[in-house]
C-alpha cells in the first residue's frame, strides 16, 4: 500500500500539489486530469525524485529492498544502446536489488521483447526508434522482473490500437500482484481497466474511488437527445453542456450532461467516465480539438 498524508509541493508561489491525501492499494490505480494538473509531480514524490514541501508519503514494506518499475513521461533511455542492450542492462540492475540469478535475465528479455512486440528491433539503437517502437521499450524496461510498484506516466502515446489492447491485457495480469499507478489524459486508457481511479485538477484529487461508484454518485446526468438539423444542434450546443455531437439517420445526435432533465424530448442515458470528464475540463477538451 502506498499512502499520501497532507502531500504539498510548489514551485515558487505555484502551487503544484495542494494537501492531498491518498491511499492506493494492490491493482491497476489510474490518475485522470488534463496535461498540467499534477499527475506527474505526484508520481516523481513517490518514487523519491522530488521531496513535498509538507506532508509524507509511505510504502508499506519499504524496510525491504522494492524494486519500482517507472516508464516516465518522456522516457528516452540510452540513445547509443541497441534495445537489447538496453534491456539487459536495465535488467541487471534490478538483479542486483532483487538479488534474481543472472541466469534468469536471458529469459526476462526476451519474454518482455515477445510481449512488447519489440521482436526484429533488438540490434537497433534507441536513438534510430519510432516514438510507438520507444515507448514500448520504456514498458518493456518499467515491467522486467514483473516489481511490486509500476509507475507508467502516460504510457499509452504512440501505441497503435492493437498495441494498446495488448498492453491493457499485459497490466491487468501484472495487477493481481503489484501495485500499478498509470496516469492519462485519455479517459478510454482507464475505463473498465483501473480498479480504482483517482481525478486530479488544480492540484487537488477532486474525485477519487471505484468507476461504478463514481458514476453512481456523481450529481449530473446524461441525457441522449436527437437534433433534426446542424442548426437546431448547434442551438442546443450553445445552451447546455455538451460531451458529445455526431451525425446520425434522425440527423445528429447530442450527448448532453445536465443537473436536470434539460429538454422534453431528451432521454436519460447512462453517465460515462468520459461526460465526467468533460465536466470538469471542458475547456481543455476544446483547446486540444
Known sequence: MI???NIKIKYGDRVILGDIDFEINKGINGFLGANGVGKTTLFKLIIGELKPFSGEIKIAGADRDIIIGYLPQNFKGYPEMSVKEFLYYIAELKMELKKIKKSVIKKEVEDKIEIF????LEKVKLKKLSGGQLRRVG??????????IIILDEPTTGLDPKERVKFRRYLTSL???SI????THIVSDLQDLSNKIFILKDGKIIIQGEENDILDKY???A???YAKDINSAENIDSKFLVSNMHKCDAGYELRIISNNKPLDDAVEDRLKLEDIYYVNFSEDVENEI
Open 223 to 225: 441525457y441522449k437527445y
Open 180 to 183: 500499478v499507478l498509470l496516469s
Open 139 to 148: 514498458l518493456a524496461q518499467a515491467t522486467l522482473f514483473d516489481p511490486y
Open 219 to 221: 450529481p449530473m446526468k
Open 117 to 120: 512486440s519489440l521482436n526484429g
Open 3 to 5: 499512502t499520501g498524508k
Open 175 to 177: 495487477s493481481e500482484n
